[in-house]
């Protein structure tokens, strides 16, 4: 026990201990410190040995290694040691939270210390709480595994649980210090090197996926992408803003997609794409203008069983408008929400599209769609699989609507047009050929419905509508003093039977009479015509044996197919594709002109819904839609046409379109401006709305029954009534059914005096002015607001108001019992038609009144106006 002896002077005695009373040993020094040992119990023995402190002979290499002595040494007091610091040979002292710690010898070993050794000069030690100091090694070793030089490392000296615990967890929190004190440039090369290794990964994943993007999609006329794999299409404008985005061929069955072989590629610049046995699309590019570029899609199926079918984005904040008047009646066509259905004319009661449309569609961003007449068009507007609408087109042949198969699979061919913005778009796009070479008496029809009102006799049957009828209800007019008399529409009552196209001189025994009394009065007669033949009618046998009229499905064309129209329950239906029709038309048509003196006529189509559904003409239709412009465009000259019912391309003019009825009732009101803007956006600018008060009554409506000129009526309300006499004050046309006469009431009577005089004063003048404008860019008489400010968003959502030109704003009260309203004024200087205040544009006028007998309405002032 040399070691004790040297160190504190001290030999212990020898004793053995069991684990509960192991003791706590306290020596001093022969320099005066004391020291405190701490016996701990070895679970691999079974008594703690004094003996096994004792030294070996320092020259004998252990074979093995001993075992692990459990001791500490505290320290009472460090500070002291700062000037007796213990120069150690062979040995590695570690101190940590105040404990002294040599490495353990083995069972023959015994330390030697020199205490006569000169003292090697240290770093003094630190007076706080002291974090484990080791000598460098040159890794960390895990408890009981051996070093380098065959011992145990500083690692495997292991005190207590405390000491332990302690001990690992000053070594994790020394770690980065350590590494920087001793390694910094090699850390800092490493870290970066590490980071940099991690850009470059991620920098050559990305580019690996936009280079596999970029293979699946190209780019074709410089503004359209097309993504392949999800057959997904961009168009850019100038700007390289993003105007439209879809997808191609979604019903298609396969995503392999292969240019086309050469004995089906266009001698012309167009591109040719195919899927393999599904279907072939080309697309093509022509510049109508430099401010406006179109693409041609042109879809040709190669299978039965696919039908094209593309499909847009509508996108929140982009509205659309166009293609007719839907059953919604909305304006834009965002709001809509419907399945696939053929876009064919029908009535918006029982069908979704109206009895006017156009196959055109244009969008608050200089976007248009337009379809060729020849695809057998089906249109849907509902959410796609996400959360964003989508307008989808597709080519598919049914039993009625598309019956006749142009081609023998269905093919869909549109083309999409772009522009800087709708109004330069619409505009470049409108129809301007029809309006040339007006002669004088087309001139004169269109400044008389402009000036005088359209009178129709109201008659709910035949029976009641006579000559007498018609006679008073003449002199009713005269009677009020400040309307023009104008034109007077005579339904199809006139015939005894419908198709006679002759009058019924049983109930009109003087008619020639009355017809000279009805001229001198300055009023001119407008009789209505209809293809349909009634199987009542004396002319219903010559038109079978003559084989004049459409024939059932499948028959030698002697069967005619018979049809359903408003009171008749059979009737045939004239087959105007067969070149003797015509003739014969003509002929009763000329008959009445010149017996009777009638100076025009209307046309009353029905819908193609009128047509039957098995039918079958001399010459195949696109659709049943088609036989309106043949019968208009077989009479239009020869025979003087006021105005037609139904179309599906514009007429030409002066014929003019009737807006379908409306119900007598405050949301049949609400309809009217919708439909005007947008026949007149689909390009049918002259327009006939329909009656003041509504066209036929609805049952849940409040109604004053009176007794007029013989007929029992019964009357809409009266501020609904007066409501839409305004409205109908500032409409290219004025129609009459119910005269103001009739609800007896002075207010309404003074209302409308003050209307016709506005009518005379400001608005005639106003559509005159403009008519001419139509002519030279094709934009409408009644416009929408956007139309005047094309990039203001609250315009593209305006759906009450409506603009005359650019010059005249109005916005009506359509809500019963409204005595204000939300008004939005485009920019500019505008003039309150109502008090003459100057109002500025480009905000709305929140709560704005309007009392029963009033209209809002604005002009604009010239751009120089101060306020």
Request: glycine share 4%; charged share 25%; aromatic share 12%.
């Amino acid at each position: 026990m040399d070691f004790f002896k040297k160190l504190m002077g001290i030999k212990p005695k020898r004793k053995v201990y069991q684990p509960h009373e192991l003791p706590t040993i306290i020596v001093e020094t022969p320099q005066g410190l004391q020291v405190s040992i701490d016996t701990m119990y070895d679970e691999s023995r079974d008594l703690f040995d004094e003996t096994d402190c004792k030294p070996t002979n320092q020259e004998e290499t252990p074979t093995k290694p001993s075992r692990i002595r459990r001791n500490s040494i505290s320290l009472p007091n460090l500070d002291d040691l700062e000037e007796q610091v213990f120069g150690i040979q062979d040995e590695e002292i570690s101190i940590s939270n105040n404990r002294f710690s040599s490495t353990e010898p083995s069972d023959d070993e015994e330390f030697q210390f020199d205490f006569e050794k000169p003292l090697e000069k240290r770093v003094p030690l630190r007076n706080v709480r002291r974090k484990s100091v080791t000598s460098a090694v040159p890794k960390m070793l895990k408890p009981g595994e051996l070093d380098s030089s065959g011992g145990y490392s500083p690692g495997t000296s292991i005190t207590s649980v405390n000491s332990l615990a302690s001990l690992l967890k000053e070594k994790i929190q020394n770690l980065p210090s350590q590494i920087r004190k001793k390694k910094p440039k090699e850390y800092k090369i490493r870290a970066f090197v590490g980071f940099l290794f991690i850009a470059i990964v991620f920098l050559v994943g990305f580019a690996y996926v936009l280079y596999q993007q970029k293979l699946l999609q190209k780019a074709y006329f410089d503004k359209i992408k097309f993504n392949k794999a999800k057959r997904e299409i961009k168009f850019f404008n100038n700007d390289g803003v993003n105007i439209i985005k879809g997808n191609l061929g979604t019903t298609l069955p396969n995503n392999k997609i292969f240019p086309c072989l050469p004995q089906n590629t266009r001698n012309d610049d167009s591109i040719c794409l195919e899927w393999m046995d599904g279907a072939r699309l080309y697309i093509d590019l022509f510049q109508m203008n430099p401010e406006t570029r179109c693409y041609n899609f042109q879809w040709i199926s190669l299978n039965e069983k696919v039908e094209p079918t593309d499909c847009f984005d509508l996108v929140p904040g982009e509205y659309w408008y166009g293609g007719g008047q839907n059953q919604d009646v909305s304006w834009p066509l965002n709001k809509l929400n419907h399945d696939f259905v053929p876009f064919i004319t029908g009535s918006i009661e029982k069908h979704q599209w109206g009895n006017v449309l156009k196959r055109y569609f244009i969008n608050s961003r200089g976007v248009a769609i337009f379809i060729s007449d020849s695809a057998p068009l089906y249109i849907s507007i509902k959410n796609s699989t996400g959360l964003i609408k989508q307008f989808c087109l597709k080519a598919k042949y049914d039993d009625f609507a598309y019956f006749n198969k142009i081609t023998s699979y269905p093919t869909l061919n549109y083309s999409i047009c772009t522009a800087p913005n709708t109004t330069i778009l619409h505009s470049n796009l409108s129809k301007k050929d029809n309006w040339d070479g007006l002669k004088p008496f087309e001139d004169e029809i269109i400044d008389s419905l402009l000036t005088e009102p359209l009178w129709e006799v109201p008659s709910t049957s035949k029976s009641e509508f006579n000559e007498e009828t018609l006679s008073t209800y003449t002199q009713n007019i005269m009677n009020l003093g400040f309307l023009k008399q104008g034109h007077v529409l005579v339904n199809e009552f006139w015939q005894k039977e419908i198709g006679d196209f002759a009058l019924d001189v049983e109930r009109f025994a003087n008619f020639e009479n009355m017809m000279e009394a009805l001229h001198r009065r300055g009023v001119r007669l407008v009789v209505s015509i209809q293809p349909f033949i009634s199987t009542e009618s004396l002319n219903f046998a010559e038109t079978v044996r003559k084989r004049l009229l459409i024939s059932e499905r499948g028959s030698d064309g002697k069967i005619p197919a018979l049809t359903r129209y408003k009171s008749l329950e059979s009737a045939a239906v004239l087959d105007i594709t067969n070149k003797n029709t015509s003739p014969w038309l003509i002929e009763k048509l000329k008959f009445l002109m010149e017996k009777h003196k009638f100076s025009t006529f209307f046309i009353d189509f029905g819908t193609a819904y009128n047509i039957p559904h098995y039918y079958q003409t001399e010459m195949d239709l696109f659709n049943p839609d088609q036989y309106k412009t043949l019968f208009i465009n077989s009479l239009q000259d020869t025979v003087s046409i006021f105005g037609v019912n139904s179309a599906v391309q514009e007429p030409k003019v002066p014929i003019f379109v009737s807006l379908p009825p409306f119900q007598s009732s405050w949301e049949g009101l609400r309809r009217v401006i919708p439909t005007v803007l947008t026949y007149g956006l689909i390009g049918y600018h002259y327009l006939i709305p329909g009656a003041v008060g509504g066209d036929y009554e609805a049952s849940f409506t409040t109604k004053t029954k009176q007794n007029v000129t013989g007929i029992n009526i019964e009357l809409p309300d009266k501020e609904l009534y007066m409501r839409w006499l305004q409205l109908a004050t500032f409409l290219p046309v004025m129609r009459f059914t119910y005269l103001p006469s009739y609800y007896s009431d002075e207010k309404v009577l003074e209302m409308a005096k003050v209307m016709a005089s506005i009518r005379q004063v400001t608005i005639t003048p106003l559509l005159k002015k403009y008519v001419k404008e139509t002519l030279r860019h094709g934009l409408p008489l009644i416009r929408p607001l956007w139309m005047l400010q094309p990039n203001d968003p609250a315009c593209h959502a305006v759906s009450d108001e409506f603009a005359i030109g650019d010059e005249l704003i109005v916005a009506p009260v359509l809500h019963s019992g409204a005595r204000q309203r939300e008004v939005y004024l485009p920019a500019g200087v505008w003039m309150d038609g109502i008090d003459s205040s100057k109002r500025k544009g480009n905000r709305w006028i929140h709560d704005y009144k309007v009392e029963e007998d009033k209209i809002a309405y604005f002009r604009k002032m010239p751009d120089d106006t101060r306020l």
